[in-house]
């Protein structure tokens, strides 16, 4: 075949052979979770390992082979294609000479000096409230001496074009303005557990002293640090359900223009816009940006450690590779899963060799490291690792989480597929961990990756999606898909995504002809219908089909009646009948700081009498199907209030209850 055919030929194929894939793909999206088991039972096809795991065992087997298929043709056409030298060819190993001058040891000097202070102290279980500002004193010290150290000055320039700079800051404020719009609204106010988060914070706000070193905050397994950082938050926003919860929505912001800066480092500008556009449509980062736990908090130093890490490695800065060792050990201070950014350098570092990569290169990663770890190990010593294995399935009782071999069974296919298919729902996520292009795009990405895994950039990458879905989804303790965790992987997966759109979006320039302002024009059509496709799927999951999907508890739907104009606006005040209604109702209606508008709140055994009910505005009641007394408060309440108008008000599931006794006649 001449080699002008073959060009044509291959021209037409390769791009053909990528669709093809990607279709594959997006069919293994669309079986996945869908009851197709009698037929495929009757075609002889068998349940594989997922029996016992997910209610259609041969569907989802099904799913992963075509998810393969897709993945496999996918990488191949990628690959002939030619477009292997873009500019994720940079490579990361690059030698860091540092030599101190002779009078950058005093600041050494002076930071271990007021490290070694710092740590004896918190040894002997001393804590004041100048120890945060000794630290930090410290860390400036050893910031300085390498600085002062480096052979050359740090070249931080990243030559970010003004129009990437506007790109990345309207995203990121389009983010935080579609997320605090209804931050406080009543459907997040009541899950079960979160307020111990919201009193610690409000606590520390309000002057109470609390070791900042410790892990031992709230539940005494939450680092002090995340409760500090959202008392902060909240002396800005208030000392209510917005400035608490406006505490989540920042971490979550902060993470996707940190994100874009490392994903252009390794692989461009058009595969970090792609990554940063679906990691802000995330319907998974928008439920948890809604939450007042400290959940979402270790995705940022995370994020930042290895942004930190490429710079100083790709740029020869000691400095820059003193600051990744910094937010991995400022990692320490927020939820377990971000101790696992060390792990992931390390095991990157390990994939280097002898020779590409010196002992002495790895001294200011570790003295960084090191400095922001010290003092949570003065306070808490080997606490720090038992109390994380604690949270995973290796501390949990095997009477109660099945032993050890039968939970990793079941938790690598439901972390691996997770974001494909999820059967399970919590914190407001429903369905697939990612929106169904999201997850076709992140899967074939992912298989990429993997099979350019000799280069560094994506061997990065490989490494941190490994490191984290082990850390946060193969151990976790419960027979679920781990989704209270595992949305530590949505950075990694927005890169994914990114790169699969990247490279589906050049192929386009294989088949558009001249001139080339047609074919990059043709690609930003395409980009923009697909991102715009994610983000209206994403808007739709979260803001309409789980909460008609998944009911809320009756505390929140009891916070609406409470919050809404015609029960706040009355003269008198609302009463609560419930049967338990302090543990979770009583701190969320408390956290609303509604003054003199707070209703009373009565259990079924401390009912007021009739005539202190006739004389209340709005009376709420909250029925118990499984309290025998439920009924015959229902009718002592009827009873008393025969001057109210009794309502029936639904969550937004229509699946829970609760009835409003509102003044006015009856009709």
Known sequence: MPALLRSRVAMVAFPVMLLVGLGLAGAAQYFIGRDLERRLDSWHFPAGLFGGIYPYPRTVLLAVVLFAAGGLLFVLAARLMGR???????????????????????????????????????????????????????????????????????????????????????????????????????????????????????????????????????????????????????????????????????????????????????????????????????HYLFAYAHLGYDSIFPLFPTVLCLLLFVVGMRKGSTFALFGAGCAAGLGFYTFYSSRAAIVILALYLVTLGRRGLRPRDLVPLAWGFVLFVAPMFAVDRLDVFNRMTEQSVVGYDSSTVGEMAQRLRGNVPRSMLGFSYNPHNQHFVAGSLLDPISAVLATVGLLYCFSRIRHEGYRLLAIWFGVA?????????????????????????????????????????????????????????????????????????????????????????????VLSPSCRDLPRQTLIVGAHPEPLLQPAIDAYNLGQETPKIATFDTLPSSSDLSTA???????????????????????????????????????????????????
């Open 84 to 282: 292997d030298s873009d500019s994720a060819a940079v490579a990361l190993r690059v030698p860091n000479r540092w030599r101190p001058p002779p009078s950058a040891a005093a600041l050494a000097l002076a930071s271990l000096g007021l490290l070694l202070y710092l740590l004896i102290n918190l040894a002997r279980g001393s804590y004041h409230e100048f120890y945060p500002y000794l630290f930090l004193a410290s860390a400036l010290a050893s910031a300085g001496f390498w600085i002062a150290g480096a052979r050359m000055r740090p070249r931080w320039s990243l030559r970010i074009n003004w129009y990437e700079a506007c790109a990345v800051g309207l995203i990121t404020a389009a983010f935080i303005a579609i997320n605090v719009r209804d931050l406080a609204n009543w459907y997040y106010s009541a899950i079960g557990d979160e307020y111990a988060f919201f009193h610690v914070a409000s606590a520390i706000g309000d002057g109470e002293t609390r070791n900042l070193f410790s892990q031992a905050g709230v539940y005494e397994n939450h680092p002090v640090a995340t409760s500090a950082y959202q008392a902060m938050v909240m002396k800005v926003f208030g000392f209510d359900q917005f400035g608490w919860r406006m505490g989540s929505l920042l971490a979550a912001a902060a993470v996707i223009p940190v994100l874009y800066l490392l994903v252009r480092m390794l692989f461009g500008v058009r595969p970090a816009l792609l990554s940063t556009v679906l990691l802000a449509s995330s």
């Open 469 to 561: 879905v082990v850390a946060t989804g193969f151990f976790f303790p419960v027979a679920n898909v781990a989704i209270s965790r595992l949305h530590y992987l949505l950075p990694v997966l927005a890169a994914f995504a990114g790169l699969a759109l990247h490279h589906a979006l050049r192929s386009a320039e294989s088949v558009v002809l001249p001139p080339a302002i047609v074919s990059r024009g043709a690609q930003a059509i395409v980009a923009v219908a697909v991102l715009v496709a994610a983000f209206s799927l994403n808007v739709e999951r979260f803001w309409h089909e789980t909460p008609q999907d998944i009911p809320t508890s009756p505390d929140s739907v009891a916070v609406r009646a």
């Open 617 to 667: 505005g709005c009376v709420v009641f909250m029925p118990r199907d499984d309290d025998p007394r439920s009924d015959p408060i229902l009718r002592t309440l009827r009873e008393a209030l025969r001057t109210h108008r009794e309502e029936r008000l639904w969550d937004l599931s229509h699946i829970r209850y609760i009835l409003v006794f509102r003044p006015g006649s009856t009709p």
